[in-house]
């Protein structure tokens, strides 16, 4: 048997009946003298053979039961294994010769078997065709096929390589080897992709007869010729034969599918030294062979069927077999999705490294006019002229609309809140005054479905925005995301260029108070939700302001986890009695804490939570122990430094004793030494006990922590709190209800 090579031009037809030994000579260049005919061959018993079977020195009997193989399942070589790898590799001769796309043939040959399986198992015939399905049908397709010479004669010598020794009385492996044989000059996927296709041919033929011989008188007479009707009309008898060939199916669908991938995979990004790479290839010969073999004894099946009709016998056994070929070829499957996927994402990696590369090199090292280009790069999408959506006018724009405006990228992901969302309309509102233009960037995650439930999610964040958002953030280029990175490292080295000082509280925040500290004025910062003490550490903060000749500003901000209508009660009072300056929008308290928080927990992310060294986060850990702890609190700046502050009831103590105990050395020693050293002499056991409070929303709980104000290890506890918010706001909703009729 000669075997045929990418270019060559066969001469038809494939099935003629020339005797054993000149079929095996080698096919020469197209003959143009017509092909001979020749008489069909009859063996003793009347048992009409396929045409290009020679008939053999004792009549062949139907095909024999599959015996059960003890066939090892796995990707480690045995030494049979090994040796079987050889024979295999023996019959591959690549020429070098015209490379061949088989995408596009796979494609064709998934969707006839995909049309095929659906009438096997009752569905209507075509009814799920996917888009890649439906692109079979296009004139690219029929082009690409065209690359392929003498496809369907190819196909045709496939078909009889395969069939003809089984029916013959020969066996899977012997008719494996000859179709590899026949395909050597092929590339291992084309092997795999033209032999399959071959047995779709006539899989597809059996159906489609299946399908239309009860309505059509054409397809009728043929299927009466084949026998079909006979094995149609009894296909109960035959539901282990299809039940096994229709798994064995899917499993050779699946692993073709994998080596075809893996044969596209782009070489740019990986090299031959890759050693996922290398050891793929070498574990190609043993699944080509396997997967051409169970192509191989599906086609003999359904061969079985329409050659020999009622008479043909079901078995069990062949059934097992089948199911044999197709446990192996699934372990095959497995390993190579896991390499492919592998593969997938080093290639995915380096594009996005590349594309990274390319993005940051154009924002960065190029000189722009305007600002157009770099945003276009960043949102600008070839299929989508209008790429962002301006929440506040519900319209949809072009990114020219940003052409010469400073603009700031607003970055997260789905789960922002409604007090975030109105400390960001702040925060718009204030760089409006500035002429900044604000586009939300959503980071969706790529590995969760976009489905309608999403997108209402996401277009509900929309209601209270007033500024622009990427319409479609699943479009987003993965290299603009890489372009924003906030890592650990970049998250440390950030913290890097902190200090402990009252910017790092109020930033952004409120400008008075960014305006008292440029003046270098001292402020009181208090919270707590205890009116009584408000009232007393204010005025007395205000008596001995005045008495030590100092500029003193005092703020109320509040108190973390305090309702809404007991804040509005604290701050009602504070402005009627002008005790002090406070913010009037509880989202700013809400922000206020919330930064610290978020300190607190980057700080613990960041295994920085329990080192002594670290002043930021000691004093972080004072300030919300502080919160937490009954009463009120106060802290002293001056200017930026932060120099003092404490427990309310030790704050308060300390400024009604001012002037019996501390006002002189405050003339001498200078005020905050003298108030400093007057805190001193305090017991730490009158101190109130620090205690912390994590959310089990919280991404990690360190497994203990060491006290802030006495370094001693803190005890843990579990606490469950319910505050009937939810209950109250159902039994309100209730109480709104008209009554029942």
């Known amino acids: 048997?000669?075997?045929?090579?990418?270019?060559?031009?066969?001469?038809?037809?494939?099935?003629?009946?020339?005797?054993?030994?000149?079929?095996?000579?080698?096919?020469?260049?197209?003959?143009?003298?017509?092909?001979?005919?020749?008489?069909?061959?009859?063996?003793?018993?009347?048992?009409?053979?396929?045409?290009?079977?020679?008939?053999?020195?004792?009549?062949?009997?139907?095909l024999p039961p599959l015996q059960p193989r003890g066939d090892r399942i796995g990707i480690f070589l045995t030494s049979d294994d090994q040796l079987l790898t050889r024979n295999v590799e023996e019959t591959h001769i690549p020429d070098g010769g015209q490379l061949i796309d088989v995408r596009p043939l796979f494609l064709l040959v998934e969707d006839i078997i995909a049309r095929a399986t659906q009438t096997v198992q009752g569905a209507t015939p075509g009814a799920e065709i996917t888009k890649e399905t439906r692109a079979t049908e296009g004139k690219d397709s029929l082009t690409a096929l065209a690359s392929i010479p003498d496809l369907s004669l190819i196909i045709e010598r496939i078909f009889c390589e395969m069939t003809c020794k089984s029916l013959a009385g020969g066996n899977a492996h012997d008719a494996t080897l000859s179709v590899l044989k026949l395909l050597g000059h092929f590339p291992w996927e084309a092997k795999v992709v033209l032999t399959l296709a071959a047995f779709s041919f006539t899989y597809g033929e059996f159906w489609l007869l299946a399908q239309i011989y009860s309505t059509n008188p054409l397809a009728n007479s043929m299927a009466r010729l084949k026998q079909l009707r006979l094995v149609t009309d009894q296909s109960g008898s035959f539901k282990y034969q299809f039940d096994a060939v229709n798994k064995l199916?899917?499993?050779?669908?699946?692993?073709?599918?994998?080596?075809?991938?893996?044969?596209?995979?782009?070489?740019?990004?990986?090299?031959e030294e890759e050693s996922t790479l290398k050891a793929t290839r070498n574990y190609f010969p043993i699944a080509v062979y396997w997967t051409i073999r169970s192509i191989v004894g599906a086609a003999a099946q359904i061969t079985t069927l329409t050659s020999s009709g009622q008479a043909y016998l079901p078995s069990i056994t062949e059934a097992w077999e089948l199911s044999n070929w197709e446990n192996k070829l699934n372990t095959i499957y497995e390993h190579f999705l896991v390499i492919t996927r592998r593969l997938s994402d080093i290639i995915a990696r380096k594009r996005e490294d590349e594309a990274y590369d390319l993005l940051y090199k154009f924002i960065y090292e190029r000189i722009h006019i305007d600002n157009f280009p770099v945003l276009n790069r960043l949102f600008g999408l070839k299929d989508d002229p209008t790429p962002l959506y301006h929440c506040s006018s519900k319209r949809r724009v072009q990114i020219d609309a940003l052409r010469g405006k400073n603009v700031l990228l607003l970055i997260s992901d789905l789960n922002i809140?409604?007090?975030?969302?109105?400390?960001?309309?702040?925060?718009?509102?204030?760089?409006?005054?500035?002429?900044?233009?604000?586009?939300?960037?959503?980071?969706?995650?790529?590995?969760?479905?976009?489905?309608?439930v999403v997108q209402a999610r996401f277009e509900k964040l929309w209601e209270p925005m007033q500024w622009y958002s990427v319409y479609q953030p699943a479009k987003v280029d993965t290299a603009v995301i890489s372009a924003f990175p906030f890592t650990s490292k970049k998250e440390a080295d950030l913290w890097l260029d902190e200090s402990w000082k009252l910017e790092l509280l109020v930033d952004a925040i409120d400008q008075t108070i960014l305006d008292w500290i440029r003046e270098e004025k001292y402020i009181f910062i208090h919270g707590g939700d205890d009116i009584d003490w408000i009232r007393k550490f204010s005025k007395q903060a205000r008596e001995v302001a005045q008495s030590a000749n100092i500029k003193l500003e005092i703020v109320y901000v509040g108190k973390s986890h305090i309702k809404k209508d007991a804040l509005t009660k604290v701050t009602d009072a504070v402005r009627s009695e002008s005790l002090s300056y406070f913010w009037q929008d509880p989202t700013t308290v809400w922000f206020f804490w919330q930064r610290i928080q978020s300190m607190f927990l980057s700080k613990i992310q960041l295994e920085q939570a329990d080192n002594i060294s670290d002043t930021i986060t000691q004093e972080i850990k004072k300030l919300l122990s502080y919160d937490r702890s009954p009463?009120?609190?106060?802290?002293?700046?001056?200017?930026?430094?932060?120099?003092?502050?404490?427990?309310?009831?030790?704050?308060?103590?300390?400024?009604?004793?001012?002037?019996?105990?501390?006002?002189?050395?405050?003339?001498?020693?200078?005020?905050?030494?003298?108030?400093?050293?007057?805190?001193?002499?305090?017991?730490?056991r009158e101190v109130p006990c620090s205690q912390f409070h994590f959310p089990a929303s919280v991404g990690r709980v360190p497994p203990g922590m060491r006290c802030p104000v006495c370094g001693l290890p803190m005890e843990k506890n579990t606490t469950f709190i319910c505050c009937h918010e939810e209950a109250l706001g159902a039994a309100e909703l209730a109480a709104a209800l008209p009554p029942a009729v």
């Open 1 to 62: 048997m000669a075997a045929i090579t990418p270019n060559t031009r066969l001469t038809a037809p494939f099935r003629s009946l020339q005797p054993q030994q000149e079929r095996d000579t080698p096919l020469t260049a197209v003959d143009p003298s017509p092909p001979r005919a020749a008489p069909l061959l009859v063996t003793a018993d009347d048992q009409v053979l396929p045409r290009g079977t020679s008939l053999p020195a004792k009549s062949p009997a139907p």
């Open 249 to 271: 199916i899917k499993a050779i669908l699946n692993v073709t599918r994998c080596i075809v991938e893996f044969t596209e995979l782009p070489s740019t990004y990986i090299t």
């Open 417 to 452: 809140s409604q007090e975030e969302l109105s400390m960001l309309e702040q925060i718009y509102n204030y760089t409006k005054i500035h002429q900044y233009e604000v586009v939300w960037l959503p980071i969706i995650d790529r590995s969760i479905q976009w489905n309608n």
């Open 631 to 684: 009463g009120g609190w106060a802290m002293l700046t001056k200017g930026s430094a932060i120099v003092l502050h404490g427990h309310g009831s030790t704050i308060y103590t300390a400024l009604l004793q001012y002037e019996r105990e501390w006002k002189k050395e405050a003339a001498t020693a200078g005020f905050v030494n003298a108030f400093l050293a007057h805190l001193g002499i305090y017991d730490i």
